[in-house]
């Protein structure tokens, strides 16, 4: 069992920055495909981006196109993944899920399908809220 861990969440004005991690406690996420997803209130969860485990290629949702940058720790071992929010909107403010795919490949289906779905990530986190105000 992996135990992911969400960060980096909190408060900020619209066209502000905010950095999220997602690491797990004793494992290395540096082979997994890590996903981002957000959940508003009264809405379904939705992909946001992704990296794969494989070669580290991305995807990003259209909506956080030019916005977001996600990006691996390679330094330390640890395989962190980090989800750089710039030019924040209101319509950014949801609760942001970071998900693990152990096989790795969820991320290479995600850009071949041109969607990041949900289904088939094995492992969790809690979630850490991000409020956009106006």
């Known amino acids: 069992q992996v135990q992911l861990v969400e960060s980096g969440g909190g408060l900020v004005q619209s066209g502000g920055s905010l950095r999220l991690s997602c690491s797990a406690s004793?494992?290395?996420?540096?082979?997994?495909?890590i996903g981002w997803f957000r959940q508003a209130p009264g809405k379904k969860r939705e992909g946001v981006s992704c990296?794969?485990?494989?070669?580290?290629?991305?995807?990003?949702e259209d909506f956080v196109k030019g916005r977001f940058s996600i990006s691996r720790d390679k330094a330390n071992g640890t395989g962190t993944v980090y989800l750089y929010m710039n030019n924040l909107k209101p319509e950014d403010s949801a609760v942001y899920y970071c998900g693990a795919d152990v096989e790795g490949y969820r991320c290479l289906a995600a850009q071949r399908a041109g969607v990041l779905g949900d289904r088939d990530f094995d492992f969790w986190g809690q979630g850490t809220q991000v409020t956009v105000s106006s």
């Open positions: 004793g494992h290395t996420l540096k082979r997994f495909a």
């Open positions: 990296i794969s485990g494989e070669d580290g290629s991305t995807y990003y």
